[in-house]
């Protein structure tokens, strides 16, 4: 059974930080594409960062590109995402995903993940 389960999620002021984790059991996540999703309230589920199945490369929605960073702990089979600078616009429910055949064309895509974590709450007010 594979479980993905994500922390860190809280309330932050604009300009802070927040680091998020997801640990994964039951999937070796240095073998697979993993991938932090976010989704606000009446929005649709919008990528955030990837890594790749090869874990080489990393992948960021524009929004997030020098503010975010996504990395890998592979002994303790987690990846994290170091959240600076955050934003209002940055408030949303961050799930983090993996997916055994996921192709680097497809990092974007939401419904390519076979694995989805419950999701941590993140909001960014003053």
């Known amino acids: 059974q594979v479980l993905l389960e994500e922390s860190g999620g809280g309330l932050v002021q604009p300009g802070g930080s927040l680091r998020l984790s997801c640990a994964a059991s039951?999937?070796?996540?240095?073998?697979?594409?993993v991938a932090w999703f976010r989704q606000a309230p009446g929005e649709e589920r919008q990528f955030v960062a990837a890594?790749?199945?090869?874990?080489?490369?990393?992948y960021y929605a524009d929004s997030v590109k020098g503010r975010f960073t996504i990395s890998r702990d592979n002994a303790r089979n987690t990846v994290h995402l170091q959240m600076n600078n955050l934003k209002p616009e940055d408030t949303a429910v961050y799930s983090c995903a993996a997916g055994p055949g996921v192709i680097t064309s497809n990092l974007r895509n939401g419904a390519a993940y076979n694995y989805w974590g419950q999701g941590t709450q993140v909001t960014v007010s003053s």
């Open positions: 890594f790749s199945r090869s874990g080489g490369f990393t």
């Open positions: 039951g999937i070796t996540i240095s073998r697979v594409a």
